[in-house]
């Protein structure tokens, strides 16, 4: 199915919405076919509504990531104060020399600048502001005895007084990690990271739709056969009653017995019971479709009816699969594979990342500024253009960890997780490689299946109406015809199951080669995210 079709198909799912006048028959039955509850369980199926809202929280997660290299505007202001205790009366010499006063010291540094951090892991700041610094000498009056011991006694008055010292500074920094947190394009692994998330997230998507498809095609046929289950149920009925009727009539000729027609009559009790059991299978199987594929949100949407429109094919091919292109196909088209490469993908990059975390540190920072003193913070601010006021500092930072235990053991651990990811890998592909055979082997066993219920039935059929006549021409017994009823009505059964687990046969091998959802005409779509191009912000 081309992607044209795909689009005509999604609009008559739309327009065929259960409840919609497209609805054939009485209020409340659904006509549907195979297609369209396809279409509507991927548009409508609670499990793939939650696996596309993954999809998106990735894809949100992996837009964050890229918010450790936004740049911000930061503004901080310091004021801090603190009072010096004045010292005792000091003398020299004999001669009283004072006290030192109390000291009052106020700070006020305000900053305003930009910082951020480049994909090179580089960080980056430039920053300017007024720094304002001032002194309060606090006076005080004490009395001392002057000269000691002179009984004389004098008042001592110190001043007060007040200074401040206002500097301007700007400086641009950059700081480079040259070993850990700066090599194998650690900076960017957790980009990395977040990318295949996000693709871990579509494929778990893609996986879902699979299980989906699945579940809605085997309920599907589970309702065509429950349906033609009940037919055949009635039309045993039928057969029961009609054996009633010539048993009823023999009776009266005398040619048959009263208990003849009291077996007869249980065994069209039996089957009416039958008849009950396979209406309410039939419920079950609507139900179990509705929950699949309409998801419906009140109870009267469980009263409604399906019926089924589009039936398997009565003539299967010989039943011969190309196992080798099969496996092929499992192995490059599976979600569960594609997941679990992802996954190893995903392992190599955290083991990337903790050989860098295992690395000493050894950062290096250039700062280069201007400053100025003046009396005011304005003309101190405007002073800052004099290159001859500046300054430039070259700053190394070396860090060894001894043991290196922390780094040296998330390291190992890492490392456990690649193998066992690929493992894991390896598990999934031998898996696959199994289900397709398996799968592939059913199918044929289903189609020489159905070829033999097919021939079965028909034999079958011929040994009922010749017992059948037989009995009408008073050559056979009630017994031997309820028998050969049975017999008939078995292999209709038989066939009936064969065709769907044919069906069902077909439908898992698709899955099991990855080729389901292109079969019935959806192409899946994996979400894309760039680590070149940052995501708008919000």
């Known amino acids: 199915m081309n992607v044209l079709a795909l689009l005509v198909l999604s609009v008559l799912a739309m327009q065929d919405a259960p409840g919609s006048a497209s609805d054939s028959g009485e209020q409340g039955v659904i006509s549907l076919s195979l297609e369209r509850a396809i279409a509507e369980s991927l548009r409508n199926n609670l499990g793939m509504l939650a696996a596309e809202l993954d999809t998106e929280a990735s894809i949100a997660q992996f837009g964050s990531t890229w918010g450790d290299f936004d740049s911000e505007f930061f503004v901080t202001v310091d004021n801090s104060n603190s009072v010096q205790a004045p010292a005792p009366v000091t003398f020299a010499g004999g001669v009283n020399v004072g006290a030192s006063p109390t000291t009052e010291f106020d700070l006020l540094v305000a900053r305003a600048g930009f910082r951020g951090r480049l994909e090179t892991g580089t960080s980056w700041e430039l920053s300017g502001g007024p720094t304002k610094a001032q002194t309060t000498v606090h006076s005080f009056t004490t009395t001392v005895e002057s000269p000691p011991g002179s009984g004389n006694y004098v008042k001592v008055n110190n001043p007060r007084s007040k200074s401040n010292n206002i500097t301007g500074q700007w400086t641009f920094s950059l700081t480079q990690p040259l070993l850990r947190g700066g090599t194998d394009d650690y900076p960017m692994s957790g980009l990395e990271l977040a990318a295949k998330d996000v693709s871990i997230a579509g494929v778990a998507s893609q996986s879902r739709a699979y299980t989906t498809l699945v579940e809605v095609v085997t309920a599907y046929w589970n309702l065509v056969y429950s349906r033609q289950n009940l037919d055949t149920v009635k039309m045993s009925v039928g057969l029961a009653e009609d054996l009633l009727s010539i048993t009823q009539r023999k009776f009266q000729q005398g040619i048959q017995n009263r208990i003849d027609i009291i077996e007869v009559e249980a065994d069209l009790a039996r089957r009416e019971e039958e008849l009950l059991t396979a209406k309410n299978a039939v419920r079950q199987a609507v139900d179990e479709l509705l929950k699949i594929a309409f998801a419906p949100?009140?109870?009267?949407?469980?009263?409604?009816?399906?019926?089924?429109?589009?039936?398997?094919?009565?003539?299967?091919?010989?039943?011969?699969?190309?196992?080798?292109?099969?496996?092929?196909?499992?192995?490059?088209?599976?979600?569960?594979?594609?997941?679990?490469?992802?996954?190893?993908?995903?392992?190599?990059?955290?083991?990337?990342?903790?050989?860098?975390?295992?690395?000493?540190?050894?950062?290096?920072?250039?700062?280069?500024?201007?400053?100025?003193?003046?009396?005011?913070?304005?003309?101190?601010?405007?002073?800052?253009?004099?290159?001859?006021?500046?300054?430039?500092?070259?700053?190394?930072?070396?860090?060894?960890?001894?043991?290196?235990?922390?780094?040296?053991?998330?390291?190992?651990?890492?490392?456990?997780?690649?193998?066992?990811?690929?493992?894991?890998?390896?598990?999934?592909?031998?898996?696959?490689?199994?289900?397709?055979?398996?799968?592939?082997?059913?199918?044929?066993?289903?189609?020489?299946?159905?070829?033999?219920?097919?021939?079965?039935?028909?034999?079958?059929?011929?040994?009922?109406?010749?017992?059948?006549?037989?009995?009408?021409?008073?050559?056979?017994?009630?017994?031997?015809?309820?028998?050969?009823?049975?017999?008939?009505?078995?292999?209709?059964?038989?066939?009936?199951?064969?065709?769907?687990?044919?069906?069902?046969?077909?439908?898992?091998?698709?899955?099991?080669?990855?080729?389901?959802?292109?079969?019935?005409?959806?192409?899946?779509?994996?979400?894309?995210?760039?680590?070149?191009?940052?995501?708008?912000?919000?």
């Open 297 to 538: 949100e009140s109870r009267e949407e469980w009263n409604r009816d399906i019926i089924p429109v589009t039936e398997y094919e009565t003539a299967p091919d010989d039943g011969e699969v190309n196992t080798e292109a099969a496996v092929r196909d499992a192995l490059a088209l599976r979600p569960d594979v594609a997941s679990a490469r992802l996954d190893l993908e995903r392992a190599e990059i955290e083991v990337r990342r903790a050989v860098n975390q295992a690395r000493p540190r050894l950062d290096v920072t250039g700062s280069y500024g201007l400053n100025s003193n003046e009396e005011t913070t304005a003309s101190a601010m405007r002073s800052l253009h004099d290159s001859n006021l500046s300054e430039l500092r070259v700053f190394i930072d070396y860090q060894f960890s001894i043991g290196n235990r922390t780094a040296g053991y998330a390291l190992r651990r890492r490392k456990i997780d690649r193998e066992r990811a690929s493992v894991s890998l390896r598990e999934v592909e031998v898996g696959a490689v199994s289900e397709v055979r398996s799968s592939a082997r059913d199918v044929t066993l289903q189609t020489e299946r159905v070829k033999a219920t097919a021939g079965t039935t028909r034999l079958r059929l011929e040994v009922y109406e010749g017992e059948r006549r037989r009995l009408e021409n008073d050559l056979s017994t009630a017994f031997q015809v309820r028998e050969a009823q049975r017999d008939y009505l078995a292999a209709v059964d038989e066939e009936t199951r064969a065709r769907l687990d044919l069906a069902i046969a077909q439908t898992s091998l698709l899955a099991s080669r990855g080729r389901l959802l292109e079969h019935y005409g959806f192409v899946p779509s994996m979400p894309v995210v760039s680590l070149e191009d940052a995501p708008p912000s919000l």
